[in-house]
């Protein structure tokens, strides 16, 4: 019976079982177990208390709670996402549905007018002219309504749209994720802003402004030129008529000082006998370098002219070039309508940073600094002096990978400057700058972009011809007196090598002011006449 009993274990000292487990048999016992658990542990008989034994541990009551709220948190996410997205899904059958009875009730319109001309000539021919008339209605000419459509978009285009819509442009929380500075930065900005339309006996355009100065009884506006642009071709419209929509709704008459195509840049004046808040433009060029460290957070402004309301959109500059040909405009995330063209970018430090360009992708626009000095030439000169180079450029840092991986086993002495994509004029062609070569100063002045590249070259016209009105203040605009030589600091690449030489570029001529195109979408335009006369007309284009 005792042999049969349990035994408490006795105590064993350390150094013997020390000594035990470094006997050879010892040592072959637990090598033959480590193999007869290696074996078991592979054909997936892992013992319970192997630490890696997942399937057998086991969970507290805490755990377990913890994973059925998780679970139960990631079934709700799911279905948030699924009714957003059939919200979504919704909207966007609602709007396609706007547009097809938009497009049904035009179809109809033009449908009833193709039947009122039908009636209308078989009445002549058959030569009624209202005899045995005995209502009392003899003599009275019958309202005719007719239509018109302008830039009639071919079939398959896509559904008619508003053309102006602000659907686009933010939301009223747009801002809801910044801090207060910002949003109150951006309600003293828009207290500067107004809204543009521009006619003669038809419309023309609708954008915003900026007013950047108020002196003797006149406050100053900047913004884009395709308020004022002929819609087929880069030529200012004769005489417009321009309503100026103030922040309170007030409505006043502006008329044009200034236009320059090339910067797609206007200037209008408006008589006012209150005064008018301004906003300067920032002549700060770091806020554009992307070789420093800072924030790129910045807000586009717009503003409707009726109603009178402000519109915000939030987003970040993209080292980017735009796809319009100006070499010095700038891209940021942004969403905004064409009602924003010619608004102002502010960072969010308060600092207007530039105006607003539109394209359907992204919002181009034209750095605070480049604006600062065309408004210093047309105070000085009246219209904006640029030597013509003849040379396309672009950022270096906006060049693929694969380019600027050649142009660094080659040796780039310094990551900035612009690369040469394309040459142009004759005086150029002279030169030894080619394409693919890297240019990183002008006349001994660096620069980081093709931006501040354009910058330079506006102060040396200015420089220059401020020099030649001293002597001869007759001097023609459109052609130099005298040659003016510009010097480019350039890194060549020929073959595997590089080198750093010095060019110069004789110029004679300034840049004409329509040298760049501002591509806009053409609206589709449905006008009413009544018995000849227009009586309504809507804007459309074409859904993407």
């Not at 309600?187 to 900026?210: H, N, Q, W």
């Amino acid at each position: 019976m005792a042999d049969t009993e349990d035994h408490e274990p006795s105590f064993v000292p350390q150094p013997l079982l020390d000594a035990v487990d470094a006997s050879p048999q010892r040592r072959e016992t637990h090598a033959d177990s480590t193999i007869e658990s290696s074996s078991s542990y592979l054909c997936g008989q892992v013992p319970k208390s192997s630490r890696y034994n997942l399937r057998g541990r086991d969970i507290d009551l805490a755990t377990q709670s913890r994973r059925e709220e998780h679970k139960i948190e990631r079934e709700k996410c799911i279905e948030t996402k699924r009714l957003r997205k059939e919200q979504k899904m919704r909207e966007d059958r609602e709007c396609v549905d706007r547009a097809l009875r938009a497009r049904a009730i035009l179809d109809a319109q033009s449908k009833a007018w193709k039947e009122e001309q039908r009636k209308l000539r078989l009445s002549k021919q058959a030569g009624d002219n209202n005899d045995g008339d005995f209502s009392g209605n003899k003599g009275k000419k019958e309202t005719v309504h007719t239509w018109e459509i302008v830039n009639k978009p071919s079939k398959g285009s896509g559904e008619w749209l508003p053309y102006e819509s602000d659907d686009e442009f933010g939301t009223e929380f747009e801002l809801k994720h910044t801090s207060w500075e910002v949003e109150k930065f951006t309600l003293e900005l828009a207290r500067c802003m107004v809204g543009l339309e521009s006619f003669t006996d038809t419309k023309i355009f609708s954008c915003s402004g900026t007013i950047v100065e108020y002196v003797d009884d006149t406050g100053y506006v900047v913004t884009s030129a395709s308020l004022v642009r002929c819609p087929d071709k880069d030529e200012q419209v004769d005489k417009p008529k321009i309503n100026v929509w103030l922040a309170s709704g007030q409505k006043l008459e502006g008329f044009v000082s200034n236009v320059d195509f090339y910067y797609n840049i206007c200037v209008i004046k408006v008589p006012c006998t209150f005064h008018l808040p301004s906003k300067s433009f920032s002549p700060n060029t770091g806020f554009f370098n992307f070789y420093e460290n800072h924030t790129r957070d910045v807000v586009a402004l717009g503003r409707s002219c009726e109603p009178c309301s402000l519109k915000v959109a939030s987003g970040k500059l993209i080292p980017r070039r735009s796809r319009f040909d100006c070499e010095e405009l700038m891209v940021s995330s942004c969403e905004i309508s064409k009602r924003g063209v010619g608004g102002p970018l502010m960072d969010f430090d308060g600092n207007v940073t530039g105006m607003n360009f539109y394209d359907k992708k992204e919002t181009p626009f034209l750095p605070s600094f480049i604006v600062l000095k065309c408004l210093q030439h047309f105070d000085i000169f009246g219209k904006v002096i640029r030597p013509l180079h003849g040379l396309r450029v672009k950022t270096l840092y906006e060049a693929n990978l694969s380019l600027l991986e050649k142009k660094v086993q080659s040796g780039i002495p310094e990551r900035c400057g612009v690369i040469v994509v394309k040459v142009e004029e004759p005086s150029a062609e002279l030169s030894e700058i080619k394409v693919g070569d890297i240019i990183t100063h002008v006349d001994g002045v660096p620069f980081s972009n093709a931006a501040e590249l354009g910058g330079i070259l506006l102060d040396m016209g200015g420089k220059l011809w401020l020099d030649r009105q001293k002597l001869n203040p007759s001097d023609d605009f459109n052609q130099t007196a005298a040659v003016m030589s510009l010097k480019f600091h350039v890194r060549t690449y020929r073959g595997d090598k590089s080198e750093v030489t010095t060019q110069k570029i004789d110029v004679n001529k300034f840049t004409p002011s329509r040298l760049n195109r501002w591509p806009l979408p053409k609206p589709i335009i449905l006008r009413q006449y009544a018995n000849g006369k227009l009586i309504d007309e809507e804007w459309y284009t074409t859904g993407v």
